[in-house]
């Protein structure tokens, strides 16, 4: 997957063959953001355009620009898998809980 990052907020870069374009789409907002460009240069810039009248938008109407996240995450998993979680945690001295937040971090490098 490409990605651009700005303030923050990372977008999903996609190429639209059929029109010669670069789209992009914001993750993890409320809202749906996309933005474009002929080159990376213009893809980029949109995107900071975008960025910015979206933080300014936010302001001026008092929203909370970031999608909010309980710290909630319930998963449908095989019983196999849950069953080899489970091990692993135990063999390491966590609890699953423990384990997949760890596991988890590791992931996504936070």
Not at 36 to 60: K, M, P, S, W
Request: one cysteine or more; glycine letters at 8%; hydrophobic letters at 45%.
């Amino acid at each position: 997957m490409n990605t651009m990052t700005y303030q923050g907020y990372t977008a999903r870069i996609e190429f639209d063959e059929r029109d010669g374009i670069f789209w992009g789409k914001v993750l993890g907002i409320k809202d749906s953001i996309t933005f474009e460009g002929e080159t990376v240069a213009q893809l980029r810039q949109d995107f900071h355009n975008a960025i910015d009248f979206y933080l300014a938008d936010c302001a001026a109407i008092c929203k909370d620009p970031k999608k909010p996240a309980s710290g909630k995450l319930m998963l449908r998993v095989p019983p196999e898998l849950h069953a080899a979680a489970l091990v692993k945690a135990q063999a390491v001295g966590k609890s699953l809980n423990q384990w997949a937040i760890d596991a988890l971090s590791r992931e996504v490098g936070v």
